[in-house]
């Protein structure tokens, strides 16, 4: 079985984080609980007004350097190992883009009692955001860094890629707290999905369900590539989640902009789970489905660049073949109403 989780709340806690255009945040409420079957998650999401880059100088860059990992070491490796492993399979199947920091922090009994420890980790943290700037790199250390700590201490679950763009160059951080909390085997998962955040930020802005449905299907795909997950029942429970959103309510056209949604239409925000994200793979599979070859290889390499040349409506209906946009969502609805046999079939056309 595998578990999905599900929308309880929208707090955005961390309001310090939006307004340095934190891509996203996909947090975990306190999971103790190691039952899977028992597993109550909840999602929180904030985003910042600068949702993606479009200024090409505060893009993603492929690079030379190893991602830097700051973590507290007597966390067990287990944890780490896991998540730079996701990282490292999707680095070698995107490009390795940077300068990425990845924060592991966690604590499953006492291992961040130490305020040594504690300091250890935010100043890598604040020096890594503000470098000699003392006194950006000293109310770093008060508040941000320090609601790191806070936060792994307090028990919270998150993974999330911020994205700094008040440096030079831009910095991504993949940031993991009390990763120990994510049911396995789905932290591989959780870690394809944030560093497919970080490559879609080296290319023009998405409508949210096209960079959430893209973060989950290549960590689906990818996922089953390295058996950790199954590609075809995590789209099948994709599908179940997409169609628990009763009709005529919302639909993916809605979670074009979820920052519009927070701000317009909050009440949909429920469904950002099962659009954006279940629907997004889904929708994402039918635009490799209907393009030439139905390559998810091809998908990577040759959509995504598109994307800059005249807007992303514009490199879906020419990846998919489609006439317009409205005719994407209208097939795409389509494909929404056919039996489960049949989308599944759609499922395995799509080729490597
Ligand atoms: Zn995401």
């Given at each position: 079985?595998?578990p999905?989780?599900?929308?309880?709340?929208?707090?955005?806690?961390?309001?310090?984080?939006?307004?340095?255009?934190?891509?996203?945040?996909?947090?975990?409420?306190?999971?103790?609980?190691?039952?899977?079957?028992?597993?109550f998650?909840?999602?929180?999401?904030?985003?910042?007004?600068?949702?993606?880059?479009?200024?090409?100088?505060?893009?993603?860059?492929?690079?030379?350097?190893?991602?830097?990992?700051?973590?507290?070491?007597?966390?067990?490796?287990?944890?780490?190992?896991?998540?730079?492993?996701?990282?490292?399979?999707?680095?070698?199947?995107?490009?390795?883009?940077?300068?990425?920091?990845?924060?592991?922090?966690?604590?499953?009994?006492?291992?961040?009692?130490?305020?040594?420890?504690?300091?250890?980790?935010?100043t890598?943290?604040?020096?890594?955001?503000?470098?000699?700037?003392?006194?950006?790199?000293?109310?770093?250390?008060?508040?941000?860094?320090?609601?790191?700590?806070?936060?792994?201490?307090?028990?919270?679950?998150?993974a999330?890629?911020?994205?700094?763009?008040?440096?030079?160059?831009?910095?991504?951080?993949?940031?993991?707290?009390?990763?120990?909390?994510?049911?396995?085997?789905y932290?591989?998962?959780?870690?394809?999905?944030?560093?497919?955040?970080?490559?879609?930020?080296?290319?023009?802005?998405?409508?949210?369900?096209?960079?959430?449905?893209?973060?989950?299907?290549?960590?689906?795909?990818?996922?089953?590539?390295?058996?950790?997950?199954?590609?075809?029942?995590?789209?099948?429970?994709?599908?179940?989640?997409?169609?628990?959103?009763?009709?005529?309510?919302?639909?993916l056209?809605?979670?074009?902009?979820?920052?519009?949604?927070?701000?317009?239409r909050?009440?949909?925000?429920?469904?950002?789970?099962?659009?954006?994200?279940?629907?997004?793979?889904?929708?994402?599979?039918?635009?490799?489905?209907?393009?030439?070859?139905?390559?998810?290889?091809?998908?990577?390499?040759?959509?995504?660049?598109?994307?800059?040349?005249?807007?992303?409506?514009?490199?879906?209906?020419?990846?998919?073949?489609?006439?317009?946009?409205d005719?994407?969502?209208?097939e795409?609805?389509?494909?929404?109403?056919?039996?489960?046999?049949?989308?599944?079939?759609?499922?395995?056309?799509?080729?490597?």
């Amino acid at each position: 079985m595998i578990p999905k989780f599900d929308i309880l709340n929208n707090k955005s806690p961390f309001s310090l984080l939006r307004s340095e255009s934190l891509l996203l945040f996909e947090m975990f409420s306190s999971i103790h609980n190691n039952i899977l079957t028992g597993l109550f998650a909840c999602l929180f999401f904030v985003f910042g007004s600068n949702a993606v880059a479009d200024k090409t100088g505060q893009r993603m860059e492929l690079v030379q350097t190893e991602p830097e990992y700051v973590r507290n070491d007597n966390y067990h490796e287990k944890w780490f190992r896991v998540l730079r492993e996701g990282i490292n399979v999707t680095r070698n199947y995107l490009g390795n883009y940077g300068p990425l920091c990845v924060y592991i922090i966690g604590e499953e009994e006492d291992e961040l009692q130490s305020d040594d420890i504690a300091k250890k980790i935010i100043t890598a943290y604040c020096r890594n955001r503000h470098g000699e700037k003392f006194d950006r790199v000293s109310d770093c250390l008060k508040h941000n860094g320090a609601s790191l700590i806070k936060r792994a201490r307090d028990g919270s679950t998150e993974a999330y890629l911020s994205y700094v763009d008040f440096l030079e160059k831009p910095l991504a951080e993949l940031v993991f707290i009390n990763p120990h909390g994510f049911p396995m085997p789905y932290l591989h998962t959780r870690g394809i999905h944030e560093y497919v955040h970080v490559f879609q930020r080296a290319f023009a802005r998405t409508p949210t369900w096209l960079t959430e449905g893209g973060a989950e299907f290549l960590a689906f795909y990818l996922g089953d590539k390295h058996d950790w997950i199954d590609f075809e029942e995590s789209m099948k429970d994709s599908m179940r989640m997409a169609q628990k959103v009763k009709k005529g309510e919302a639909t993916l056209i809605d979670f074009e902009d979820v920052e519009k949604i927070e701000n317009e239409r909050p009440h949909l925000k429920k469904y950002y789970r099962h659009l954006a994200y279940d629907a997004g793979a889904w929708a994402v599979a039918f635009i490799i489905y209907r393009s030439e070859g139905r390559s998810v290889k091809n998908f990577t390499m040759e959509f995504y660049p598109k994307l800059d040349e005249k807007g992303w409506r514009s490199a879906v209906c020419q990846y998919g073949g489609f006439e317009d946009v409205d005719v994407f969502y209208k097939e795409f609805t389509d494909l929404l109403g056919e039996p489960l046999e049949k989308k599944m079939e759609l499922i395995r056309e799509i080729k490597p």
